[in-house]
């Protein structure tokens, strides 16, 4: 069973995900264990403080490295092996392939979300991979953590219904994208699908389906 563990401030942002579709699925067919930390446990003082302001001056505020440090830590007692991720727009660009890499490989994963202006650098100390899910800045790590850990759960062994969905779907080459497809009605507002479909000849509707499957850009 792979087991994930997230830190983050605002552990409700994972409640409806985390219990919707196939990522409830995976956890009722202990395919995967989910561990939400809530960062402000960790936080310093009768008000749990967490943030502070960036020596050198410049807007917003930091997280802190000690509670970070801390809920760290709290989630390795758990499962000292697992590999810290932090989310963050430096990261390396999560793609496909790593998503299919990190289903398979075994390794267990703790899942840190940055919220404010960021966190202060030494927590990169413990961190063994950095993450970043597109080049735009989100508000927090969470919903970048809740895209990466959808990626990877959904490619666990028997979490999806079909033996094949995830090897012919966009991207699982790490550069095509998957050919159009459609179901009934057979006509629907003048709207055909396409006649080769509805044949039964398999060899021609893999052809057709190779010849529509495009090229990521
Ligand atoms: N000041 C930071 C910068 O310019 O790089 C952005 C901080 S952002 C407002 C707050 C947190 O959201 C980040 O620490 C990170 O955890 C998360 N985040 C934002 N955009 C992200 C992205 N594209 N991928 C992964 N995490 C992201």
């Known amino acids: 069973m792979k087991k994930i563990q997230i830190i983050t401030l605002f552990p409700e942002m ?3 995900v985390l219990n919707s579709s196939m990522m409830w699925k995976a956890q009722k067919e202990k395919v995967v264990d989910f561990r939400i ?17 960036p020596y050198g001056g410049g807007d917003g505020m930091l997280l802190m490295p000690e509670p970070l440090f801390s809920a760290i830590k709290h989630a390795q007692e758990n499962d000292s092996k697992a590999k810290v991720v932090l989310l963050t727009p430096k990261g390396e660009r999560w793609v496909q392939p790593k998503a299919k890499s990190w289903a398979n490989n075994g390794d267990n994963y703790i899942f840190v979300c940055g919220r404010y202006e960021g966190y202060d650098e030494r927590i990169l100390t413990l961190v063994d991979k950095q993450i970043s899910i597109g080049d735009y800045v989100l508000t927090g790590g969470e919903l970048a953590a809740m895209t990466v850990i959808d990626s990877i759960v959904r490619l666990l062994p028997g979490v999806l219904g079909g033996e094949n969905s995830a090897e012919i779907e966009s991207f699982s080459d790490g550069k095509t994208l998957e050919y159009p497809q459609y179901t009934r009605p057979e006509v629907f507002e003048g709207l055909n699908v396409p006649k080769v479909l509805l044949s039964g000849n398999h060899a021609e509707i893999a052809k057709w389906r190779q010849k529509n499957s495009k090229k990521a850009k």
Request: no cysteine; glycine share 16%.
């Open 14 to 16: 994972f409640e409806g």
């Open 37 to 53: 930390i809530n960062l402000r446990e960790f936080g310093l003082g009768p008000r749990k403080q967490v943030d502070d302001t």
